[in-house]
Nanobody
């Protein structure tokens, strides 16, 4: 069984910063890609940022250089540093880890429960 747990959400003023963390734990062979997605009320879930095991990154167009994703493979943890936050960044942020199970079983996506980020004055 694998668990993915996010932390670091909260309330911040426009222009402020937050750092989200997500740690995977449990039984698996390897964690491949990790990423952050978000879902605002009434909208579809969208990619914020993703990072491969080797460190290659991808960002949603709306990020515009404000966010940075990073990971620590030894700690099975991915981070999202968010700067210059805007009201439209308000959403529930979800962590996703692509888990490689042992014994030749197929890769699967493991989602966290989400952490609320609210940007408001």
């Amino acid at each position: 069984q694998v668990q993915v747990v996010e932390s670091g959400g909260g309330l911040v003023q426009p222009g402020g910063s937050l750092r989200l963390s997500c740690r995977a734990s449990g039984t698996y062979l390897r964690i491949n890609d990790m990423g952050w997605y978000r879902q605002a009320p009434g909208k579809q879930r969208e990619l914020v940022a993703s990072i491969s095991r080797g460190g290659s990154t991808d960002y949603g167009d709306f990020v515009e250089g404000r966010f940075t994703i990073s990971r620590d493979n030894a700690k099975n943890t991915v981070y999202l540093q968010m700067n210059s936050l805007k009201a439209e960044d308000t959403a529930v942020y979800y962590c996703m880890s692509k888990i490689q199970p042992p014994f030749g079983r197929p890769e699967r996506d493991q989602w966290g429960q989400g952490t609320q980020v609210t940007v408001s004055s």
